[in-house]
Each structure stands twice: as C-alpha cells, then as structure tokens.
T-cell receptor, first 111, second 110 residues
Framework: EAQVTQNPRYLITVTGKKLTVTCSQNMNHEYMSWYRQDPGLGLRQIYYSMNVEVTDKGDVPEGYKVSRKEKRNFPLILESPSPNQTSLYFC??????????FGSGTRLTVV | GIQVEQSPPDLILQEGANSTLRCNFSDSVNNLQWFHQNPWGQLINLFYIPSGTKQNGRLSATTVATERYSLLYISSSQTTDSGVYFCAVAGGTSYGKLTFGQGTILTVHP
C-alpha cells in the first residue's frame, strides 16, 4: 500500500532531550516536507526537500533539523526541544511537488 | 509570501445539503490543493487543481487562476464530510513550499 509512515504517533518528552521523528514513504517520491499544526496558527511548513541531499527552509525552521540521505526517508530532528515545540507534526511526500500525500501525524508534547 | 484566505470559517449543514467553500490567494500559483482533515486528525488530499475543474464523486473543485480563487463544492453532504477543509497553494519558484489557509470547519448534522 502506498503510504507515508511517521513514527511515533504520540510522544511526550522533557525539555532539552534530543528526539527524532521518522518519516518514510514507499512511493519513490522526489519531494518531502514537514509541517506543524497549532491551534489558531494553522499548518506551517518547517522544511522541505526536493531530492536526496537537497533541503530548504520553510516558514518555521528554527529549532529543527532535517536530513535527506535516502529518497524514502526524511527524519525531523529536535536537538533541544522546548515547550513551544509542542504541536501536531505532519510529514508529506509528492512525486513532483504537486499532489501531496500526508502521514497520519505525530502529536508531540514537550514538558 | 502568498496569502491564502478561506471562507466561510465555519459552516453547519443538515445532511443532504450542498455547500461551496472558497479559497482566495494573493498571487499567481503553480500548485493548489484541497485537503480534508477528519475528526481523527488525518489529512486527506482531495484535489490537486492549480487551474480548471475536477470532479470526484460528490465533490468537485474549480480554480480560476487568473482571478486568484478556487471553489470546493460538496453536494448531498453526509456526516462523514465533517471536519476541516484546507486550501494550500504554492507559487513562483517555490513549487513544493505549500502555504495553507486557515481552513473551513464543516459540521454536518444527521
């Protein structure tokens, strides 16, 4: 089944403890992106990648890192999480930057 | 960057009614998509429609790129249509950089 898989689905962590949210797609898509969704602020793009080793900042990249070493994987790294990074995170992929498929989301709480 | 404005912000319908959701954008786009976020939080891509008209069952969408708006039509609404509908666009050279509108919250009552 064609899909975007994020893990974990839910995560509670403490301030400053490094974490990685994984994202994998099995559709050989070129484009991948990360978004965060917050009440009242909607969905905002964190980073996106147009191909292996090609990434660019979205609207809210501060406090996040990404890497694209393989086409199928696009992990989101929080080196030192803070409570203001508590959010619902989505990974998405697209063959050409057009039709995007989204993962099921990761609900992160930083205490 | 591109501004995206959706209307109405909230919509309450009885099952079987029709509705039209609107998305206005501030600049020319090369990418426009409509999404449905269901009550469980999942984002489902409904249409990729930077221009023209498409139909999928009870849903259809039209984008008039020259006038910078898109419409999503829902006919014979069902309770499962409830959720939030988002329009997202990208323009210029930022083909993969989607900007989302604030969404329309649709509630369909039985």
């Amino acid at each position: 089944e064609a899909q975007v898989t994020q893990n974990p689905r839910y995560l509670i962590t403490v301030t400053g403890k490094k974490l990685t949210v994984t994202c994998s797609q099995n559709m050989n898509h070129e484009y991948m992106s990360w978004y965060r969704q917050d009440p009242g602020l909607g969905l905002r793009q964190i980073y996106y990648s147009m191909n292996v080793e090609v990434t660019d900042k979205g609207d809210v990249p501060e406090g996040y890192k990404v890497s694209r070493k393989e086409k199928r994987n696009f992990p989101l790294i929080l080196e030192s999480p803070s409570p203001n990074q508590t959010s619902l995170y989505f990974c998405a992929s697209s063959p050409t930057g057009g039709f995007y498929t989204f993962g099921s989301g990761t609900r992160l709480t930083v205490v | 960057g591109i501004q995206v404005e959706q209307s109405p912000p909230d919509l309450i319908l009885q099952e079987g009614a029709n509705s039209t959701l609107r998305c206005n954008f501030s600049d020319s786009v090369n990418n426009l998509q409509w999404f449905h976020q269901n009550p469980w939080g999942q984002l489902i891509n409904l249409f990729y429609i930077p221009s023209g008209t498409k139909q999928n069952g009870r849903l259809s969408a039209t984008t008039v790129a020259t006038e910078r708006y898109s419409l999503l039509y829902i006919s014979s609404s069902q309770t499962t249509d409830s959720g939030v509908y988002f329009c997202a666009v990208a323009g210029g050279t930022s083909y993969g950089k989607l900007t989302f509108g604030q969404g329309t919250i649709l509630t369909v009552h039985p």
